[in-house]
């Protein structure tokens, strides 16, 4: 049994455990940020273990369904959820781009108290995973990990250039 | 056209983590031959790998760069670089075998150009996944100040 790829990311926010909690668990607020530049809208929202958080990101009058299925509600220290894409019908489905993309991902976020702030610490990990997604996973994982900032840099000077010449 | 605008909603936004799974391009297929030809290369995984590894290498990514400028052969591209022409053609061939680039079978010079549309997708799908929740999380540092101020307004004080 192989070690599991995980992504991970530590933040510090400036603010109270318990005002951060909030600002993940009330949808109110959730919306506001959650998703980068889109409008995000949370078309159901059961914060308990079994409940579901169906959420819908739009921009450019597309959209991006994802399924959130919560297995462990911890206030205000943990929250665990089962993450799927899915149709807009709520239907789990995999990526056309990358077929072999982990269809459900173990999302847990912990949040300790720091006093005034608060560390809070996300990860994801495949689970019910086939070979192929576990590996794929581990593949895009390690090219994050080897300092993707600088290639996409590269790119997108590239691509601001090349549509400088077509526009 | 449609090249032109996949580039622009690229560069405007920071596509969602899984949008490139939206079931959106599905429609857009059904009428855009371009898209299809695009989303089609790129829904082969081991496509995205080769587009990582080709665009792992400095030399190749500085090679790209030199086509955005326009097509060029290779004895072109060499001059700038100290490597061989036969060492510039082996990275051509990576990057055409990733779908970076295409070359012209029938012209002598078989110059190389870019396939910026095929790099927009598999980058981006990188991209999506290592921003989305970092530029999130920027988002959500905005709601807790916003949330600290409307605490403080709503109990008095300045």
Same mark, same amino acid.
């Given at each position: 049994?192989?070690?599991?790829?995980?992504?991970?990311?530590?933040?510090?926010?400036?603010?109270?455990?318990?005002?951060?909690?909030?600002?993940?668990?009330?949808?109110?607020?959730?919306?506001?940020?959650?998703?980068?530049?889109?409008?995000?809208?949370?078309?159901?929202?059961?914060?308990?273990?079994?409940?579901?958080?169906?959420?819908?990101?739009?921009?450019?009058?597309?959209?991006?369904?994802?399924?959130?299925?919560?297995?462990?509600?911890?206030?205000?220290?943990?929250?665990?959820?089962?993450?799927?894409?899915?149709?807009?019908?709520?239907?789990?489905?995999?990526?056309?781009?990358?077929?072999?993309?982990?269809?459900?991902?173990?999302?847990?976020?912990?949040?300790?108290?720091?006093?005034?702030?608060?560390?809070?610490?996300?990860?994801?990990?495949?689970?019910?995973?086939?070979?192929?997604?576990?590996?794929?996973?581990?593949?895009?994982?390690?090219?994050?990990?080897?300092?993707?900032?600088?290639?996409?840099?590269?790119?997108?000077?590239?691509?601001?250039?090349?549509?400088?010449?077509?526009? | 056209?449609?090249?032109?605008?996949?580039?622009?909603?690229?560069?405007?936004?920071?596509?969602?983590?899984?949008?490139?799974?939206?079931?959106?391009?599905?429609?857009?297929?059904?009428?855009?031959? &371009? +898209?299809? =030809?695009?989303? @089609?290369?790129?829904?082969?995984?081991?496509?995205?790998?080769?587009?990582? $590894?080709? /665009?792992?290498?400095?030399?190749?990514?500085?090679?790209?760069?030199?086509?955005?400028?326009?097509?060029?052969?290779?004895?072109?591209?060499?001059?700038?670089?100290?490597?061989?022409?036969?060492?510039?053609?082996?990275?051509? &061939? +990576?990057? =055409?075998?990733? @779908?970076?680039?295409?070359?012209?079978?029938?012209?002598?010079?078989?110059? $190389?150009? /870019?396939?910026?549309?095929?790099?927009?997708?598999?980058?981006?799908?990188?991209?999506?996944?290592?921003?989305?929740?970092?530029?999130?999380?920027?988002?959500?540092?905005?709601?807790?100040?916003?949330?600290?101020?409307?605490?403080?307004?709503?109990?008095?004080?300045?």
């Amino acid at each position: 049994m192989r070690e599991l790829p995980e992504y991970k990311l530590d933040r510090t926010f400036d603010a109270p455990r318990e005002m951060v909690w909030r600002a993940w668990t009330d949808p109110e607020l959730l919306h506001r940020w959650y998703g980068p530049n889109v409008e995000t809208v949370i078309h159901k929202f059961e914060l308990k273990p079994g409940g579901a958080w169906l959420n819908e990101m739009k921009w450019g009058g597309k959209s991006d369904f994802s399924k959130m299925v919560f297995q462990e509600v911890t206030k205000p220290k943990k929250l665990v959820w089962h993450h799927s894409s899915t149709d807009a019908d709520w239907n789990i489905v995999s990526s056309p781009m990358m077929p072999d993309w982990p269809r459900v991902l173990l999302t847990t976020v912990t949040f300790e108290d720091m006093g005034n702030k608060t560390d809070v610490r996300l990860t994801q990990v495949p689970i019910d995973a086939t070979d192929a997604e576990i590996s794929c996973f581990a593949k895009v994982m390690s090219r994050m990990d080897k300092g993707w900032g600088s290639g996409y840099a590269i790119l997108d000077e590239m691509l601001v250039e090349l549509q400088s010449k077509r526009g | 056209m449609i090249v032109r605008s996949r580039l622009t909603d690229w560069r405007s936004y920071q596509r969602p983590l899984r949008k490139a799974r939206r079931k959106v391009d599905r429609t857009e297929l059904l009428c855009n031959h &371009k +898209v299809m =030809e695009l989303v @089609g290369s790129a829904a082969k995984s081991q496509n995205i790998d080769a587009v990582f $590894a080709a /665009l792992a290498d400095p030399t190749r990514r500085a090679i790209l760069s030199r086509l955005v400028a326009g097509e060029a052969a290779v004895a072109e591209i060499a001059a700038p670089f100290r490597i061989s022409q036969p060492a510039v053609s082996k990275h051509l &061939k +990576v990057l =055409e075998r990733a @779908g970076l680039i295409e070359r012209d079978i029938d012209k002598q010079r078989r110059p $190389a150009r /870019l396939k910026a549309e095929n790099m927009a997708v598999a980058v981006d799908w990188l991209n999506q996944f290592e921003g989305f929740w970092r530029k999130s999380f920027d988002q959500l540092d905005h709601v807790l100040l916003s949330m600290k101020k409307t605490k403080v307004k709503g109990k008095g004080h300045a």
